[in-house]
């Protein structure tokens, strides 16, 4: 391929050797403006869409341990049936998970008061707060109440709830009718057994409630050990990762090579100038992303706005699109640059001459990574515990989508189409651009901060560089993009998995 380079005219580049020193500066200082721009603009749209991420977080560890307290609850029924004097401690463990969960709900809802937080508040509160939880239906902002029915509707549904769980009596056959069809068309999701069970409850259908409420207890059971099942074999992931860790150092240690590629490989005059095209290439990349705040992601939803289906379903609809409308702005103008110079996407690693191998390292390289974005990340929730910060949208989304298909196009999102575009532009462009004119240790720490930066932060920055620095090495060590990857693919799949279970 070296020989196929194809050196650009003096008209583009100027003198070689001193133009192009001069051009590869300003592109680094044009892009780090850009970053700073980008990460702004992520910064205020998160905190437009959502005035609190720690209130999100705070649903999301409510929801955990509430199903813990169902799970505990289970464990001590079948104590009791054995052992009665063993129940207590479990017992105990239970009523925690479920007051830190009701005051988990309690601090979200004071954040950021919403239908759904408010909802599940009023379901899980105990009987002496429900009356204060619902009052705080009139504190549902304006707009949220228009987009649901108005004001009438706020005040039909507060009414429910004060019949189900404040005023005294039964229900009649008509209210509970009426009752259940709202109920079930909240999308409650876990939370509507609860719900159900405690109407039915109010209506003396003892067998009801205590089905919707054996229901719950099994779901919730199914749920934590399906989790404890991930949460194990990521550990034995850990471990196993720790060995090919040690593996690598050691390899690394005796002048272990990592691959060459078409790039590198280059004459020196003719590398700087490739490695100022795919610097600017990726330059071209972030400005892409930033016009998608202004233009492409409101042209992507004029354009699904008239199909026919839910809130949830635009959304991620709207999310994917504007994804990979810019994922494909980007590899087009990418192919077409790299061409100018007569390089193509092969030479940046968008090849494998052993698949398998290839995939072999991905997954080992993300099982060697592993432990240390645990690290990160602990480290990370003890650094930033008390800085609010933005919340990724895509996660936010993966969070609280509930129906399948809108499900498999947020996976497919996550884990196929973030992991192809990603490594090619920040391993296959900014990475291998900087390791053409800095070396590898340089490339990877500065591609890993990039790569860091343009997430959400500052919580995420520790764990996403760790996760970017290996992406790195892995692409370093194989010279094929596919290995990377595999490597982020599985992480994403992971965490997306993950979340699919707790808010299922």
Not at 94 to 107: F, K, T
Not at 109 to 124: D, G, H, T, W
Not at 156 to 166: F, G, K, L, P, Q
Request: hydrophobic share 50%; net charge positive.
């Amino acid at each position: 391929m070296a020989d196929d380079f194809i050196a650009p005219s003096t008209s583009d580049f100027g003198q070689p050797g001193r133009h192009p020193q001069t051009k590869f500066a300003v592109l680094l200082i044009l892009l780090a403006a850009l970053i700073i721009l980008s990460a702004s603009f992520g910064v205020v749209a998160s905190h437009r869409a959502n005035s609190s991420s720690f209130g999100e977080q705070e649903m999301l560890q409510a929801d955990l341990m509430m199903k813990m307290y169902y799970f505990q609850s289970r464990l001590q029924s079948w104590a009791n049936s054995t052992s009665p004097a063993s129940s207590s401690p479990q017992a105990f463990q239970a009523e925690v998970s479920r007051d830190m969960a009701v005051a988990l709900y309690q601090s979200a809802v004071s954040q950021q008061a919403s239908y759904e937080s408010l909802r599940r508040l009023v379901v899980i509160a105990p009987a002496v707060e429900r009356p204060a939880a619902i009052k705080r239906y009139s504190h549902i902002s304006d707009i949220e109440i228009e987009g649901r029915g108005g004001i009438s509707a706020r005040d039909a549904e507060t009414a429910m709830w004060r019949a189900i769980y404040v005023s005294p009596g039964k229900l009649s056959a008509g209210d509970m009718a009426r009752y259940v069809a709202k109920i079930r068309a909240m999308s409650l999701g876990w939370y509507e057994r609860l719900a159900l069970a405690d109407l039915y409850a109010k209506a003396g259908m003892t067998k009801n409630a205590d089905s919707e409420r054996s229901q719950a207890y099994e779901s919730a059971t199914r749920m934590v050990m399906t989790l404890v099942g991930i949460a194990l074999l990521m550990i034995i992931m850990g471990f196993v990762g720790l060995v090919f860790l040690i593996i690598y150092i050691i390899s690394k240690s005796r002048g272990r090579p990592g691959a060459m590629n078409d790039i590198v490989s280059l004459p020196l005059a003719q590398k700087s100038i490739a490695s100022e095209v795919l610097l600017e290439i990726f330059v071209v990349c972030i400005v892409i992303h930033i016009g998608m705040h202004f233009l492409a992601s409101d042209l992507v939803k004029h354009a699904i706005r008239a199909m026919h289906v839910s809130v949830e379903l635009k959304s991620v609809v709207t999310a994917a699109l504007g994804y990979c409308l810019w994922g494909f702005l980007t590899l087009a103008y990418t192919i077409v640059r790299l061409r100018s110079i007569g390089l193509s996407l092969k030479s940046i690693g968008l090849s494998s001459r052993y698949p398998l191998q290839d995939i072999k390292w991905g997954i080992a390289g993300y099982m060697s990574v592993l432990p240390v974005f645990v690290i990160a990340g602990i480290m990370s929730q003890i650094i930033f515990r008390l800085v609010p910060g933005p919340s990724n949208s895509v996660d936010a989304l993966t969070a609280y989508t509930k129906t399948a298909l809108a499900r498999v196009i947020l996976f497919l999102l996550v884990s196929v189409a973030a992991p192809f575009f990603e490594e090619l532009f920040f391993r296959g462009l900014l990475f291998n651009s900087l390791r053409s004119k800095w070396g590898v240790a340089t490339g990877v720490v500065i591609s890993a901060i990039v790569f860091a930066v343009l997430h959400p932060l500052p919580f995420s920055f520790l764990p996403i560089f760790v996760l970017g620095s290996g992406l790195a090495v892995t692409y370093y060590q194989r010279g094929s993009l596919l290995s990377g990857m595999v490597f982020h693919g599985l992480h994403n799949g992971l965490v997306t998995i993950f979340l699919f279970l707790l808010t299922s």
